[in-house]
């Protein structure tokens, strides 16, 4: 009897030595850009001119937008990027009222990503949480390493951007907004300009 007193006080300690990982160490491998400390503000939104790039397509009888966005299009930030873009260097902007569809593909020979429109944070210390700021404006499973827009694979996503406004496209897979992957997307008032800058 009196050893069965000792296991529980054991099985504490053991407890209490154990789990010396911090729960949010990055995973090991050799796929992972440098963590650079996020910025404690974000980059400013780019300020050039308007244009429609291939990419961009828009059918103002329909009412609708849409963007093919590339994750992992070039190596730039070890591919945790869309169409090569980090940082909020690259402004998408839609017309309020319109249906858009983002066709996300996936070109990372590593990594999964997804995508999501998401209030612009004060910055991306923090993981973004799954809270898309339209209905629908985010790919399934977006957090998961291993259920997300897996490498080779296309998802697509349609929301109608219902309210003028100034948002972030942001991956939500954990770490990758932190090191850059996410863009500005903003809502144009009726009438005002629309399309892709760049800074
Ligand atoms: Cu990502």
């Known amino acids: 009897m009196k050893l069965k007193r000792y296991i529980p006080v054991l099985a504490i300690a053991l407890a209490a030595c154990g789990g010396g990982e911090p729960a949010d160490a990055p995973p090991q491998g050799g796929s992972q850009p ?27 009888t329909a009412r609708t937008v849409h963007l093919t966005l590339i994750a992992g299009e070039t190596a730039v930030n070890n591919y945790w990027n869309y169409n090569g873009a980090t ?3 690259l402004a ?15 070109r990372d020979p590593n ?13 991306f ?8 700021v339209f209905p629908g404006a985010i790919s399934q499973n977006p957090m998961s390493m ?12 349609t ?27 903003n ?10 800058q760049t800074r």
Do not use: K
């Open 34 to 60: 440098a963590a650079a400390p996020p910025a404690s503000t974000l980059a400013a939104p780019p300020t050039g001119a308007m244009t429609t790039p291939a990419w961009y397509v828009v059918d103002n």
């Open 87 to 89: 940082n909020g260097s």
């Open 92 to 106: 998408i902007t839609v017309p309020e009222g319109y249906t858009v569809t983002i066709e996300q593909v996936n």
């Open 111 to 123: 990594m999964a990503h997804s995508v999501g429109i998401l209030p612009i944070p004060a910055n």
């Open 125 to 132: 210390a923090m993981p973004p949480q799954p809270n898309p």
């Open 146 to 157: 291993i259920d997300a827009t897996m490498p080779g694979e296309t998802e697509s996503i």
């Open 159 to 185: 929301f109608v951007a219902s309210e003028e406004g100034n948002y972030a496209l942001v991956c939500l897979i954990p770490g990758h907004s932190a090191v850059g992957m996410w863009l500005y997307f």
């Open 187 to 196: 809502v144009a008032d009726e009438g005002g300009p629309v399309g892709v």
